[in-house]
């Protein structure tokens, strides 16, 4: 066994003893988790780790259902953070939702399409800039191809 394989092997030993005392703690002050919805996603850029963790439920051992992709307040962040599941999925929003004002709202002057616009549209294509800052020409495409069928 070879020097990072021994380091990954604490590591992993480190986080399931956190996962342990966690679920103490949660039982101490009766906060019951729901582990249905508790999962593990390794985040790598190479390659995929292979891991799993446990829960210790009433006597029972639970395993971890590993991930490939994760929402956490809004945000899809998968396993080698390039956000592209995330800037699809508001590329969509934004496509959808400017199809709803092209339906719906028919006769409608340049005013009232641009506030429409910056209200309903342009959320969507910001959300979350700060985090993935589109930084790929190819991502600065799509971002630009909802503006273009907007105009």
């Known amino acids: 066994m070879n020097l990072i394989e021994k380091v990954f092997q604490s590591g992993q030993q480190k986080l399931q003893s956190i996962l342990n005392v966690i679920k103490n703690c949660s039982d101490e002050w009766l906060l019951r988790l729901n582990i249905d919805k508790c999962k593990s996603v390794s985040y ?33 962040f998968d396993s080698s953070l390039t956000f592209r599941d995330h800037i699809a999925e508001k590329n969509n929003k934004a496509y959808s939702v400017l199809g709803v004002i092209k339906r719906n709202f028919i006769y409608m002057d340049e005013h009232t399409f641009i506030l429409l616009y910056k209200s309903m549209v342009r ?19 799509e971002i630009e191809k909802i503006q273009k069928r907007a105009t």
Not at 52 to 60: A, L
Not at 127 to 137: D, E, K, M, Q
């Open 44 to 76: 790598c850029v190479k390659h995929s780790i292979d891991n799993s963790y446990h829960i210790m439920d009433r006597n029972q051992l639970f395993h971890l259902e590993k991930v490939k992709s994760m929402v956490d307040l809004g945000v899809r």
């Open 123 to 141: 959320p969507h294509v910001e959300f979350t800039n700060s985090v993935w800052c589109p930084y790929n020409i190819g991502d600065l495409k």
